[in-house]
């Protein structure tokens, strides 16, 4: 039985407690913002590596964005994935999901015989939802969405998926090569294993490819493909809490707070 070849499609993001927006250029600001990998795509990565567990085959990472990605990257090799793919320019700068998925979809054909993408249902910096559907169209592909679980029958060449729904769930059978989304917290990650440190630090184990590499339209990547423009930031207003002090002997006081309590909920 052929075996699958599966890639995982993988944003490294800043931690949301630490990210800021450049009032300038109305971009992310990452330099001062540490990194990890986007949480929905660990879950496609644990899926993945499930499948491979399950099918042998190979997992391969490919991912978006400037060389210090790197280490970040390499924890889904200790995971057990086997290859990153970095697609990395100043030329992909900027992009909106439009320029990304087009930028990444040119990613998954240099591969070729790829028998199926995983993406996590959205970004914790953008939450689209966007990505795993622009990449099917760019590729022609079917697509599974929002899937909880995943089968592969290389046999008869399909990919089966099951998704809840109101009620209960459904399962949905596409051609390969497709396009699947995970939900969200759909499993547990895995912890990195120590065993594949070595694995995880192998230079071979990471490649990088420019625009050059992936013989894309400039027009079509980065701030240039993307027709999505910020035009203005505002900050929320903060809303105090109301406060009320209740004063008075522990009678009067618990007397007091009956009365608060029964107004508010009549």
């Given at each position: 039985m052929?075996?699958?070849?599966?890639v995982?499609?993988?944003?490294v993001v800043?931690k949301p407690?630490?990210?800021?927006?450049?009032?300038?250029?109305?971009?992310?600001?990452?330099a001062?913002a540490?990194?990890?990998?986007?949480?929905?795509?660990?879950?496609a990565?644990?899926?993945?590596?499930?499948?491979k567990?399950?099918?042998?085959?190979?997992?391969?990472?490919?991912?978006m964005g400037?060389?210090?990605?790197e280490?970040v990257?390499?924890?889904?090799l200790g995971?057990?994935?086997d290859?990153?793919?970095?697609?990395?320019?100043?030329a992909?700068?900027?992009?909106?999901?439009?320029?990304?998925?087009?930028?990444?979809?040119?990613g998954?054909?240099?591969l070729?015989?790829?028998d199926?993408?995983?993406?996590?249902?959205?970004?914790?910096?953008g939450?689209?939802?966007?990505?795993?559907?622009?990449?099917?169209?760019?590729?022609n592909w079917?697509?599974?969405?929002?899937?909880?679980?995943l089968?592969i029958d290389m046999?008869?060449?399909?990919?089966r998926?099951?998704?809840?729904?109101?009620?209960?769930?459904?399962?949905?059978?596409?051609?390969?090569?497709?396009v699947v989304?995970?939900?969200t917290?759909?499993?547990?990650?895995?912890?990195m294993d120590?065993?594949?440190k070595a694995?995880?630090a192998?230079?071979?184990?990471?490649k990088?490819w420019d625009?050059?590499?992936?013989?894309?339209?400039?027009?079509h990547?980065?701030l240039?493909?993307?027709p999505?423009?910020?035009?203005g930031?505002?900050?929320?207003?903060?809303?105090?809490?109301k406060?009320?002090?209740?004063t008075?002997?522990?009678?009067?006081?618990i007397?007091?707070?009956?009365?608060?309590i029964?107004?508010?909920?009549m």
């Open positions: 052929t075996e699958p070849r599966i995982v499609c993988v944003k800043p407690e630490e990210v800021r927006v450049d009032p300038q250029t109305r971009l992310l600001e990452r001062n540490r990194a990890e990998i986007n949480p929905p795509d660990m879950n990565l644990e899926m993945a590596l499930t499948l567990d399950r099918l042998s085959g190979t997992v391969e990472i490919l991912s400037p060389p210090y990605f280490p990257l390499r924890v889904g995971m057990g994935a290859h990153i793919h970095l697609l990395s320019d100043r992909f700068g900027g992009a909106d999901t439009l320029a990304t998925t087009y930028t990444l979809a040119h998954i054909e240099r070729r015989s790829v199926i993408v995983l993406c996590g249902e959205e970004s914790s910096d939450a689209t939802g966007q990505v795993p559907q622009g990449l099917a169209e760019w590729l079917p697509q599974l969405t929002l899937v909880t679980e089968e046999e008869r060449h399909v990919a998926g099951q998704r809840s729904i109101k009620g209960g769930y459904e399962i949905l059978e596409v051609p390969l090569p497709c989304s995970v939900k917290a759909s499993n547990e990650p895995r912890f120590f065993r594949l694995q995880a192998s230079p071979g184990r990471m990088v625009a050059a590499a992936l013989k894309t339209d400039v027009n990547t980065g240039a493909g993307s999505t423009r910020v035009s930031l505002a900050s929320a207003a903060s809303r105090e809490r406060r009320e002090r209740l008075g002997t522990s009678e009067e006081i007397k007091a707070l009956i009365e608060v029964r107004n508010s909920v």
